[in-house]
C-alpha cells in the first residue's frame, strides 16, 4: 500500500517510519519531508479487533472534544490531550481500497513512552496522570459510550474463551498444560470483582482499561505527560486500570520475560502508584475500597489467560515475534499473578490511606 495516497486523504505530506510497539495497531511516524521531525503518527486500525469503526471513531472524538475543552479551561495544566486529524472531507478515518482503515494523530515531539517506569518520580507521575484521567472523564456520561470491545475485562468471558479453546486445541506439553492449570486454580481466587461487577455493587466508571505503563507519555521537560491508546475507554470498574498500571509498571521484568525467577513485584512502585493515583479520584465506594487489593492479581490474571488463549488458538489476536511468544508471556503474566495475590496488603494499606484522607 502506498502510504502517501493515505496521507493525501489528510492533506498532509511526509515521508514514514513503522514504529515497533504495540500488540494490535499498526503504528507509523510522519516525517516532515525537509526537517525529518516527526509531525503526525499514522496508524492503520486493527479492525478484527475494533470491528466497529465508526463507533469506535465516534468514542474517541467525543472523548477528545472533552478533553480539549477541559484543557482549554485550565491554566498551566500538567497534562496535554491528543489531537486527531481529519480527512480533508472531514472525516475522522478514512477508508483505504483494500479496506483498511486509517487515522492521524498529532505526533507528541519531545514525549517519551517507557515500558517500565525509570524512577520513582515516573511511578509518581505515571499514578497521577492515570488518576487525573480518570477524574476529568468522570463528568462524561457514562451511557455515551458504547463498549468498543464487549466484556473486554470480564474474567466469565475470558474464562469461557479459555475453555474453548482447550476444547479445540487441548494442551500438547507439559509447561502448556502447567499454565493452564495455574490458571484454571486461580480463577476461584480472583472471582468476587467478576461477582460484584455481575450483581453491580460495584459501581461502573467511564475507565480507560489499557492503562500499561508506556501508555502515559512524558515530556522530557517533565512539565507535561499525556495519556495515549485511548480505543477501550469504556464503562468499566476502577480496578481495571489500577490493576492493568501496576501490572506492567510494578513487575521487575518485560511483559514477556522467559525466566520465571527473574519474575518479581516491586512493592515500593505499588505503594506510591497507588497513593498518587487514588489521591486524584474523588469518590471511592466502601465495596470498591474493600475491593482493590485484588485489582493487579486480576489483571495479571486476564492478561494470563488471554495470552494463553492466543497461544492455544494459534496466535490469531496478538502480534507475535515467534511461535511460543504468546505462551511465554501468559507463564509471565500468571507468575505476576501469583505474586501479587501475595502482595495485597501494600494496596490494602495504600487504600486504607486514601480513604481517610477524605
Ligand atoms: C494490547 O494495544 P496495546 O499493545 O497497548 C491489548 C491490551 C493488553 C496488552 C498487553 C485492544 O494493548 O488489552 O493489555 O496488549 N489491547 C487490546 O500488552 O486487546
Ligand atoms: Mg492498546
Known sequence: MELNTILEAFGIEGSTEIIAQGHIHRSYRVLDSETKLARFLLQRINHHVFPDIELLQS???R????????HVKEEA?????LRLHRTLNGQT????????FWRIFGYLQDFLAYDRPPTLAHVQRGGRAFGQFLQLISSLPLEQFSETIPDFHSLSFRKQQLESA???????SKVELEAVQLAQSFLPKLWPIE???QKGTLPLRLTHNDTKFNNVLFSTSHLQHCIIDLDTVMPGLIH?????????LAATCAEDEADLGKIGVNTLYIENFTTHFLDCIQSLSTEEIDSL?????LLSGIMGIRFLTDHLQGDQYYQVQFRGHNLQRARCQLQLMRLFWEAQDVIEKCVFNASHKR
Open 166 to 172: 482447550l476444547a479445540h486445541h487441548p494442551p500438547q
Open 93 to 100: 478515518y478514512w477508508r483505504d481500497e483494500h479496506g483498511y
Open 77 to 81: 495544566a500538567d497534562w496535554v490531550p
Open 195 to 197: 461477582q460484584a461487577r
Open 59 to 61: 468514542n474517541l472524538s
Open 293 to 297: 487489593p485484588i485489582s493487579p492479581a
Open 240 to 248: 481495571y486500570d489500577l490493576g492493568d498500571a501496576l501490572r506492567t
Open 63 to 70: 472523548l477528545l472534544d472533552h478533553l480539549h475543552r477541559q
